[in-house]
């Protein structure tokens, strides 16, 4: 009995140290079956920024927004995917992967596409770069899938393939027909699979690939869903190979949003050659294209734009459709001349002034800094004496445009003390220079090109910054400088 016991409690032991003995293979084993999921590691990502943390965070510590980190998985794999390019053959592969002298690399002379939209080469910085990638950000509704697909429909020298993840062939189509152009040589691929697409490129081998729009798209290779941080870095990275192997331009379209739902396209930026900006107010039907960031050109560059019922038309002369064709002088309007990227534009700033109701007077603003508004009231009632603290004053830049240039300064002034003392300008008088905080008129960059716009737009009498008077340089102008030091000058020669 006793023996028995022993056996059995030796037995026991054995079992039991077999079993400790066996339990890492077996876990092993199960790990190697299940390896992608065993090795699967997760992190945080911001999907405003595409800052990755380990652990979850209410604010994001790189861009400061509240509650969009969302956990997504990584795959080892991740930063391989569609390593297999599958748009080359394998001896093109192994050509590319040689290091080469720079001075045997024979530079391609036409390495620029014309696209037949001047506004759209022109803020590309003359073209289309062979091989690059340009990402496309707005708000959606801003226009970016029309701008895109007229100007496809218009390049009959290239053969383009539109990729859509967000509209039907049948409503693209639809669109294709209100833009009104028969385009044979555009193809239109509606899939969201990158494998899907890449295997589509390969069959129409075009010349030019739109996406609209990347958060639409997701690699198979991957977990999370389309549109998260993981998913449209995979994305932009293997457009990014197929563009730089191949050579076809990619133009990739980009939804902000702020709610943090989809990632912003602030997490691609650094991964593409040129960001462009389409931006606008809604309810004008005016837009511009802005250059963010270029490889291949300047980022000075602006494209204007007029939404019409078909399309998308290229403003050559923005200054006509930004004024108001008012003869007559009202009260509270004065005109400057802002430099937009590279070019001048004539504007009008409107301004009203009226008795606060309130205890607390308004100051609104519509397309100028608020803040730089407070301060120009600021100089006037502690420079000038001006009872501004007990007014209402609202403020707008006629057109929709939002603009920064200091250089308004002087013509937003001016429209407060119109309304103020409710006499009016005359349109044909242009203000320009910064106002500084002891209300002196400071000098403003590129004052040439300014008189000379203002010239073209049939101005009389142009206000400029005395500071700016000795180093200019202008021969043939028909219009008249009158220098000016201080908003107190200025004031004085008006009212
Ligand atoms: P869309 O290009 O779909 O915007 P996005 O791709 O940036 O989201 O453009 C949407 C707006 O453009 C829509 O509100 C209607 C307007 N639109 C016109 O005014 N005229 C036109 O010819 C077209 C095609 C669109
Ligand atoms: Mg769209």
Redesign the pocket.
């Known amino acids: 009995m006793r023996i028995r016991r022993g056996a059995l409690f030796l037995s026991l032991l054995y079992s039991f140290c077999t079993l400790a003995k066996n339990t890492p293979s077996a876990t092993a084993s199960i790990g190697l079956n299940l390896s992608p999921v065993m090795k699967q590691k997760t992190a945080f990502f911001c999907q405003n920024c595409g800052h990755e943390s380990p652990k979850w965070a209410g604010k994001c510590p790189n861009c400061g927004q509240w509650n969009t980190f969302v956990e997504e998985k990584i795959l080892p794999t991740q930063p391989k995917t569609e390593a297999a390019a599958v748009w080359l053959d394998s001896e093109q592969l192994k050509e590319n992967s040689r290091a080469q002298s720079i001075s045997q690399i024979q530079a391609t002379e036409d390495i620029r596409l014309q696209l037949p939209d001047e506004e759209l080469n022109r803020t590309l910085g003359g073209g289309l770069v062979l091989g690059s990638v340009t990402l496309v950000a707005?708000d959606?509704?801003?226009?970016?899938?029309?701008l895109f697909l007229q100007t496809a429909l218009h390049a009959r020298h290239l053969k383009v393939l539109y990729v859509s993840g967000e509209e039907s062939a049948h409503q693209i189509k639809m669109?294709a027909e209100?833009?009104g152009v028969a385009a044979p040589h555009v193809y239109l691929l509606t899939a969201t699979n990158l494998q899907t697409i890449f295997a589509e490129l390969k069959k129409v081998q075009p010349n030019w690939v739109i996406i609209d729009s990347v958060q639409t798209l997701e690699s198979p290779l991957l977990d999370s869903p389309a549109g998260s941080v993981g998913q449209v870095r995979a994305v932009a990275a293997a457009l990014n190979k197929y563009a730089k192997q191949t050579s076809v331009p990619v133009t990739i379209i980009g939804h902000i949003t702020k709610d943090g739902v989809i990632a912003g396209p602030k997490v691609l930026e650094h991964m593409v050659d040129t960001v462009l900006q389409f931006e606008g107010d809604r309810h004008y039907a005016y837009r511009m294209l802005r250059t963010l960031k270029n490889r291949f050109g300047s980022t000075a560059e602006l494209g204007i734009y007029e939404?019409?019922?078909?399309?998308l038309r290229g403003v050559t002369n923005p200054s006509e459709i930004l004024l108001s064709d008012n003869e007559e002088e009202l009260s509270g309007i004065a005109r400057a001349v802002t430099i937009e990227g590279m070019r001048p534009l004539m504007i009008e700033t409107q301004a009203l002034v009226a008795q606060a109701v309130y205890g607390t007077p308004q100051r609104t603003t519509n397309g100028f800094d608020l803040r730089r508004l407070q301060l120009l009231l600021a100089v006037l009632e502690k420079r000038g004496g001006f009872h501004f603290g007990m007014k209402d004053v609202f403020l707008n830049i006629a057109g929709g445009l939002r603009l920064e240039d200091p250089a308004l300064d002087l013509a937003v002034v001016c429209a407060m003390l119109s309304s103020y003392e409710d006499i009016g300008i005359s349109s044909k008088t242009v203000f320009i220079g910064e106002v500084g905080l002891s209300g002196e008129i400071r000098a403003v960059s590129r004052i040439e090109q300014r008189i000379l716009e203002a010239q073209k737009m049939g101005v009389e009498k142009v206000f400029v910054p005395k500071a700016n008077e000795k180093s200019l340089s202008i021969s043939n102008i028909d219009l008249e400088l009158i220098p000016v030091a201080k908003v107190a000058d200025v004031y004085q020669m008006l009212f």
């Open positions: 707005g959606p509704g801003i226009g970016k899938s029309t669109r209100r833009l939404m019409t019922h078909k399309g």
